[in-house]
């Protein structure tokens, strides 16, 4: 399996020393800033890949399978990594590069397991780790009703993850049980903020999961409750990037 790509200085931006016109400088920063928010969004698109590819792990029981599925996250990590290293590194964008290395290290480990219950162990871990990176990159503390949702979504996917690690079906109902009104209160902070095309898209997708949600609360066995737990999951971190990119 390839290597996460090793660390790499922050790129500095910065101007010419001489600008003999500030119309220039004032488009060479602005093309600047557009240069690093579109890592960003890159960055935003592989992490939610991976997470897409483990969730895909998550419903399956088949160890071949879920091996494919693993083994395609992988790379995806260490591309949205690349991508962070042309962005300003503030304690968010160092942060969500040390959990990118944390995930990576899980689903590493998940590739190495022989059954499908150790594979969803570290799957797990995983995609709890990958979708604290997402709202590292798209958080802006100035949008206080936007931050409440993102937390209110990490929540609800923390949780969901912690009852993909377990097989005992008492434990795995208590964790999908406490993302339903995490989702809830995510909705509702969303109500409060401009609705662009982001956050009309990020409802959407927390409705959507709260369904899964449901569905994976009403199953008997684990590997049910896995199936819709592994459909939920992407969709509430493709709500977590969509307001994150509302921010950027």
């Known amino acids: 399996m390839i290597k996460l790509l090793c660390l790499m200085g922050s790129l500095t931006f910065g101007t010419s020393a001489v600008m003999p016109i500030l119309e220039t400088n004032e488009n060479n920063v602005l093309s600047s800033e557009n240069y690093r928010d ?18 895909n792990s998550i419903t399956s029981t088949n160890v071949s399978s879920k091996l494919t599925f693993i083994k395609l996250a992988y790379p995806a990590v260490s591309q949205a990594y690349n991508f962070l290293n042309y962005v300003e590194h503030t304690p968010e964008i160092v942060n969500a590069k040390k959990l990118l290395l944390e995930g990576a290290e899980f689903i590493d480990l998940a590739a190495r397991q022989g059954t499908s219950d150790r594979m969803n162990f570290y799957t797990g871990q995983a995609v709890r780790s990958l979708s604290s990176a997402i709202w590292n990159i798209g958080v802006n503390y100035n949008e206080q009703n936007k931050k409440q949702a993102q937390d209110f979504t990490s929540y609800a996917i923390g949780s969901l993850s912690n009852s993909v690690t377990t097989t005992n079906v008492s434990s795995k109902l208590k964790f999908i049980q406490l993302a339903y009104p995490a989702v809830s209160q995510a909705y509702d ?21 709260a369904e899964f949600i449901d569905l994976a ?32």
Do not use: C
């Open 38 to 55: 579109e890592n960003k969004k890159q960055a935003l698109d592989f992490i939610e890949y991976a997470i897409n590819s483990l969730s």
């Open 217 to 248: 609360a009403r199953q008997g066995t684990s590997d049910r409750m896995n199936f819709y737990t592994g459909q939920a999951i992407p969709i509430l971190s493709s709500a977590l990037k969509q307001i994150g990119l509302s921010n950027i």
């Open 189 to 209: 902070f969303l109500n409060y903020v401009e609705h662009t095309p982001e956050i009309v898209n990020a409802k959407k997708l927390l409705l959507k999961g």
